[in-house]
T-cell receptor
């Protein structure tokens, strides 16, 4: 049963520190998504990649957030410097998108981030 | 761009009753509508999805209906059980799915009382 994996599962850090979150998509999936979930905003799409190329990162605060896919098995989301308002659960999801009709996304377990 | 509205935000039902959650979308090009269930502290998990070429789909106690003309779709859970308690998210594909991303509703917290 293939699943998306994420590390770390929990992270507590102090304001100003760098945070790096990692995601391993399901083998064979060509699209990777990063979401942020908070009580107030729900599920927000931050960025997504197709075949490792960034397609859209308009949901991401550019000054402190960056997302990359060094290879097909690893996606990273970095926050530098972190702020208390970044506290949230960050989900990675992957899917196989070959055009219409849309194929579904499968979520990882999330990284619960707390910035003090 | 696509916008998805979901109602109600909270729903409480008695065990055995039915629950209905409704979503509306704005982009007539959207053609894929999944529903996710998220239990407390867990990841969102796909429970059912529907494509724009059908009007209804069922899977045991869960069904989804789609009205393309009115641009709304609904999740129906019959014979609810306490383990159905969770937050449910609807979603719609953006720009007809050509880009691969989904727009999510804000979620409905369903509580099933024993």
């Amino acid at each position: 049963d293939a699943r998306v994996t994420q590390t770390p599962r929990h992270k507590v850090t102090e304001m100003g520190q760098e945070v790096t979150m990692r995601c391993q998509p399901i083998l064979g999936h060509n699209t990777v998504f990063w979401y942020r979930q908070t009580m107030m905003q729900g599920l927000e799409l931050l960025a997504y990649f197709r075949n490792r190329a960034p397609l859209d990162d308009s949901g991401m605060p550019k000054d402190r957030f960056s997302a990359e896919m060094p290879d097909a098995t690893l996606a990273t989301l970095k926050i530098q410097p972190s702020e208390p308002r970044d506290s949230a659960v960050y989900f990675c999801a992957s899917g196989l998108v070959l055009g219409t009709p849309q194929e579904t996304q499968y979520f990882g377990p999330g990284t619960r981030l707390l910035v003090l | 761009g696509e916008n998805v509205e979901q109602h109600p935000s909270t729903l409480s039902v008695q065990e055995g009753d039915s629950a209905v959650i409704k979503c509306t979308y704005s982009d007539s090009a959207s053609n894929y509508f999944p529903w996710y269930k998220q239990e407390l502290g867990k990841r969102p998990q796909l429970i059912i999805d529907i494509r724009s070429n059908v009007g209804e789909k069922k899977d045991q106690r869960i069904a989804v209906t789609l009205n393309k003309t009115a641009k709304h779709f609904s999740l129906h859970i019959t014979e609810t059980q306490p383990e159905d308690s969770a937050v449910y998210f609807c979603a719609a594909s953006q720009r007809g799915g050509s880009q691969g991303n989904l727009i999510f509703g804000k979620g409905t917290k369903l509580s099933v009382k024993p």
